[in-house]
């Protein structure tokens, strides 16, 4: 049997299609290139998000490891109820573009449908940063959260780790260090998470259909750990699937497309966190690609994953 796209994406992939067969081709390796076109991107697909109103948003300041100060965005209704869950959020971009705004919009919806509020972590972006140092930055904003909880009515042992695609990187990393540095964390949501550097042999069967390609993983994937790509020194702190010890680490719900490169390390993660005893929700979702949410929110396949992500929030 061979792969189909959900009839509701075709006409909206063949309309990226036709848009797209003008440009020049992108370089293999070319993170300049590939930043520029994905902050288009990203702006485009924030702009389909329905408005949201009554969403209040803090600026805060982390410091990470080497002493940067790490910008922080926190989402909340406003109200002041008793200590809550939250949520600690790492955008998607391949870990080389993206930014706090082109999130706006998002975790506004996510803040506002679900109730709990969100602090987004500005992290810094390969390749002017490298290896760890992105997960680094995220936990540097976990532990903010931590350190401020009473401030922010925040009861610390609620608090989730939630990252997209590139994001869903640091997100998974996080995870780890928490464990390992004995911070509680509740639950880590990986949406298509990107966790594998090895994941370089194209699939034939879905390439017709790839929104994120083995070109651009290659390309983010460098850009991220240079030389040590694809060698046995990548520390799991900088591509989760590199973990070879999952016991003891928060439970996790993991979403993917059928579609998208990540399918297989997303499910393999899932896999290994259930086999160590890690409670695990895994969804995989058929005939879509690599962020099929955002390029078609008014698709049934989206309503579902949206619908299931604010379901999990909603139960932190």
Excluded: C
Aim: glycine share 8%.
């Amino acid at each position: 049997m061979s792969y189909t796209l959900d009839p509701q994406l075709v006409p909206i992939l063949a309309a990226q299609a036709e848009q797209a067969a003008g440009l020049p081709a992108r370089e293999r390796g070319d993170w300049r290139a590939m930043r520029e076109a994905g902050n288009l991107g990203q702006a485009a697909m924030a702009a389909m998000v329905p408005p949201v109103t009554g969403i209040k948003t803090t600026t805060y300041f982390a410091t990470a490891r080497d002493g940067t100060r790490i910008e922080l965005r926190w989402y909340t209704t406003g109200e002041k109820p008793a200590p809550g869950p939250a949520v600690l959020y790492a955008h998607g971009g391949g870990m080389v573009l993206g930014d706090l705004d082109a999130y706006d919009t998002l975790l506004s919806w996510y803040v506002a449908q679900s109730g709990v509020p969100f602090l987004s972590v500005g992290y810094r972006l390969a390749p002017e940063a490298t290896g760890t140092m992105l997960a680094e930055d995220v936990f540097a904003g976990l532990t903010w959260l931590v350190e401020h909880a009473h401030e922010v009515g925040v009861d610390a042992t609620r608090i989730a780790v939630m990252g997209d695609s590139g994001g869903g990187a640091p997100a998974a990393a996080t995870a780890i260090l928490a464990r390992d540095r004995q911070v509680p964390l509740a639950r880590q949501i990986l949406v298509y998470p990107m966790l594998d550097d090895r994941n370089q042999t194209p699939d034939p069967a879905r390439e017709p259909f790839l929104t994120w390609t083995y070109d651009s993983n290659y390309t983010a994937w460098n850009a991220v750990l240079g030389d040590a790509l694809g060698t046995a020194t990548v520390s799991p702190i900088a591509a989760p699937a590199r973990l070879h010890d999952f016991t003891g680490l928060a439970p996790a719900y993991i979403d993917t497309g059928d579609l998208d490169i990540f399918r297989d390390e997303d499910i393999s993660y899932a896999a290994r966190l259930a086999a160590a005893g890690v409670p695990v929700e895994l969804h995989v979702h058929l005939g879509v690609p690599h962020g099929w949410d955002r390029i078609a929110p008014q698709s049934q396949a989206a309503r579902r994953a949206f619908a299931d992500r604010i379901r999990t929030l909603a139960a932190l």
